[in-house]
């Protein structure tokens, strides 16, 4: 029997080089080859057991991933809820109100300045005005001042800032010396609140307005307006009461 037939040196070739030992084992000592399928077969159970519940492990690991990244996915969408549609109106500015046109003057300068017109004519009528009935409106506030039993102003005058919006006498008259009465107040009102106008100016003004006559029965019929700078005239005529008023233009 060569040496190497024997079971030391098989024993010894496993451990030195194991495929030679292995070899040298399954031809020459059966007893030896049992042995070997018998260690190799628990190896191989020994290394599946190993392996199955590190798969098991490697699922559930995967799994565990997965439903983690779709708690994220779903808190994110959380994160970010859907914003509703909202339709902005456009805003539309409303124009500026316009300017309130006035005369610039308060009820009390126009009396001074009628009552001062009325000293330089140097009239023996008496014509001057001392105080004002006031009437307060929502809007406007009204002045009144009654010259004689013929003869009445009203004044209308803007609430926010007191200065004058128009200016109306109410007169009349049953004689031509009463009518020229009311005709000389209506001049001193034009001139009190335009103090610019000179005798040429409201010599038009009174022609404009057909306001030539000096008897009251030679008017039958009167609506007649005039325009001078920044003033408009008007004088009208009804069931015997003449209206003359200047309001701004």
Same mark, same amino acid.
């Given at each position: 029997?060569?040496?190497?037939?024997?079971?030391?040196?098989?024993?010894?070739?496993?451990?030195?080089?194991?495929?030679?030992?292995?070899?040298? %084992?399954?031809?020459?000592?059966?007893?030896?080859?049992?042995?070997?399928?018998?260690?190799?077969?628990?190896?191989?159970?020994?290394?599946?057991?190993?392996?199955?519940?590190?798969?098991?492990?490697?699922?559930?690991?995967?799994?565990?991933?997965?439903?983690?990244?779709?708690?994220?996915?779903?808190?994110?969408?959380?994160?970010?809820?859907?914003?509703?549609?909202?339709?902005?109106?456009?805003?539309?500015?409303?124009?500026?109100?316009?300017?309130?046109?006035?005369?610039?003057?308060?009820?009390?300068?126009?009396?001074?300045?009628? @009552?001062?017109?009325?000293?330089?004519?140097?009239?023996?009528?008496?014509?001057?005005?001392?105080?004002? %009935?006031?009437?307060?409106?929502?809007?406007?506030?009204?002045?009144? !001042?009654?010259?004689?039993?013929?003869?009445?102003?009203?004044?209308?005058?803007?609430?926010?800032?007191?200065?004058?919006?128009?200016?109306?006498?109410?007169?009349?008259?049953?004689?031509?010396?009463?009518?020229?009465?009311?005709?000389? %107040? !209506?001049?001193?009102?034009?001139?009190?609140?335009?103090?610019?106008?000179?005798?040429?100016?409201?010599?038009?003004?009174?022609?404009?307005?057909?306001?030539? !006559?000096?008897?009251?029965?030679?008017?039958?019929?009167?609506?007649?307006?005039?325009?001078?700078? @920044?003033?408009?005239?008007?004088?009208?005529?009804?069931?015997?009461?003449?209206?003359?008023?200047?309001?701004?233009?």
């Amino acid at each position: 029997m060569k040496w190497y037939q024997k079971t030391w040196a098989a024993w010894f070739l496993l451990i030195l080089f194991w495929p030679v030992g292995v070899y040298l %084992t399954c031809k020459y000592h059966p007893t030896g080859r049992k042995f070997l399928a018998g260690f190799f077969a628990l190896m191989i159970i020994g290394v599946a057991l190993s392996d199955k519940p590190n798969n098991k492990g490697s699922t559930s690991s995967s799994t565990s991933s997965v439903i983690q990244s779709t708690k994220n996915e779903s808190i994110e969408v959380k994160s970010e809820p859907a914003k509703p549609l909202v339709h902005e109106t456009p805003k539309i500015e409303s124009p500026a109100p316009e300017p309130v046109k006035t005369f610039g003057i308060t009820p009390y300068e126009f009396a001074d300045r009628f @009552n001062q017109c009325s000293q330089e004519l140097n009239s023996s009528l008496g014509i001057y005005i001392d105080d004002f %009935t006031f009437e307060s409106g929502p809007v406007n506030d009204v002045a009144r !001042y009654k010259f004689n039993d013929y003869t009445e102003s009203v004044i209308t005058i803007d609430k926010n800032t007191d200065r004058i919006k128009n200016f109306v006498m109410l007169t009349s008259p049953s004689n031509p010396d009463a009518l020229i009465n009311s005709l000389i %107040t !209506y001049a001193l009102a034009m001139t009190a609140i335009n103090p610019d106008l000179d005798n040429d100016q409201r010599g038009n003004i009174f022609k404009n307005l057909d306001l030539v !006559y000096s008897s009251p029965s030679a008017y039958t019929n009167l609506k007649r307006t005039a325009v001078n700078g @920044n003033s408009r005239y008007m004088a009208t005529l009804s069931n015997g009461v003449f209206m003359f008023g200047i309001e701004p233009k």
